[in-house]
């Protein structure tokens, strides 16, 4: 199912390497994912989350802080019961594991442009297919998976129209109104809200949405340091402020927007 990112060939796999009829050739990675982001297509030396931000969402989501919108991701998809489903923008694989866990049969793929953030979900998830790559550049074929998870990932339409198979499924997670509310008023004089208008998405129909609120209560400071680490607000923060705001153990405002769309 892998394209390769230099001529746009098939690529096969021999032994521990992906090889395309122009002899364009890539490793596979001893933790068992393939890079396929050439130089060329990189924006930077390291591009994607940095090792920082990926550790301290691995920490976040491994204490279980959003563990029920992996829940509903996964019984929204369980639902659909694809045949191949695509994580894209998979970063360290939590909810790609727990996808994998929920879809025993179907065959998933991850894909990142952080190369520290795939090198970590292939360590844990052998039984998933890990790539490094662009998502405005998707090494894979037309029309290869039958569902597409995009969480919080950036897209392009072009791309999600072409990897869904004919009435292949589209499932979206992005920020409601009131999502991290107190981080944004620790750090804004006037806080603007997330939109919550539904995202039109050519060639591709809306069929439903699930609005997913709690509240995070905090008992260390470890772990509200850790939800600010891995949010882009994390920059408005200064050491010292974010050490403040972590001690007084705010609660936070958790609100995601599931949807699905589903291709012609």
């Known amino acids: 199912m892998y394209l390769c990112p230099l001529c746009q060939q ?19 990675a001893r933790e068992g994912y393939v890079n396929l982001l050439p130089v060329q297509h990189k924006n930077s030396k390291d591009p994607g989350d940095n090792k920082e931000m990926m550790q301290a969402r691995r920490a976040f989501l491994q204490a279980g802080w959003y563990a029920p919108l992996a829940q509903a991701v996964s019984d929204t998809i369980a639902k659909l019961a694809p045949d ?14 727990q996808l994998k866990r929920a879809l025993h049969d179907t065959l998933i793929f991850g894909v990142d442009i952080s190369k520290a953030a795939v090198k970590f979900a292939a360590k844990a998830n052998s039984d998933i297919q890990l790539s490094v790559a662009s998502a405005y550049q998707l090494p894979f074929a037309d029309n ?14 072009e791309e999600l129209q072409r990897l869904l198979k004919p009435q292949g ?11 991290l509310l107190e981080i944004k008023q620790a750090v804004y004089d006037e806080v603007q809200l997330h939109s919550d208008a539904i995202a039109e998405i050519p060639m591709l129909t809306h069929l439903t949405r699930q609005r997913l609120q709690f509240t995070l209560r905090f008992e260390k400071a470890d772990d509200v340091s850790a939800l600010i680490q891995m949010v882009p607000l994390a920059w408005k923060f200064s050491a010292e402020q974010k050490q403040q ?3 007084t153990l705010p609660d936070i405002s958790v609100d995601f927007l599931l949807d699905v769309y589903q291709k012609a």
């Open 10 to 28: 098939p690529l096969l796999l021999t032994a521990k390497q992906y090889q395309c009829t122009n002899r364009h050739s890539f490793d596979i």
């Open 84 to 97: 191949t489903l695509l994580d894209l923008g998979c970063g360290e694989g939590y909810y790609t594991a």
């Open 144 to 157: 290869s998976f039958a569902a597409i998870v995009r969480i919080y990932a950036p897209s392009k339409p």
């Open 169 to 179: 499924y589209l499932i979206t997670v992005s920020p409601g109104p009131q999502h």
């Open 245 to 247: 705001f972590a001690a």
